[in-house]
């Protein structure tokens, strides 16, 4: 959705969030496994590319503007969500990003919201496509 808008840096960074994310429940649902490869191709990732090691904490440090950091969120929520299943642990390293990001519970729920709103239009938009 908005991960051309992240510099060099942060895409890498960003790649290595979203493969803990979807590492997080110890399962990875071909769903997920499609949607990484999106969001590779929209970044302009294509090949396989050295990703940065460490904790979110570290992870984090390169997202620098809340634009940016409204990015990560979103994009990880969506990722969450591709395997119909948004399970504890994928909400556990979301919940820790907001906070570091300094996101208020409340803006979190709104990106949440949002995602969940746009997933439902793509779903409609594919149910008009197929007619």
Do not use: C
């Not at 642990?89 to 803006?107: M, N, V």
């Amino acid at each position: 959705m908005f991960l051309a808008g992240l510099n060099d840096e942060q895409k890498k960074a960003f790649l290595a969030i979203a493969m803990k994310i979807i590492g997080a429940d110890g399962r990875l649902d071909p769903r997920e496994r499609q949607m990484i490869e999106a969001m590779r191709y929209e970044m302009g990732l294509f090949q396989e590319t050295d990703l940065p090691h460490g904790s979110i904490e570290e992870l984090a440090a390169p997202f620098d503007t809340r634009r940016s950091q409204a990015i990560v969120l979103m994009e990880g929520i969506a990722l969450a969500y591709a395997d119909k299943d948004f399970s504890g642990e994928e909400q556990k390293i979301l919940r820790a990003l907001a906070l570091i990001f300094g996101i208020s519970e409340e803006d979190a729920t709104e990106m949440e919201n949002w995602v969940l709103e746009f997933n439902k239009l793509q779903k409609k938009a594919e149910e008009i496509f197929s007619r």
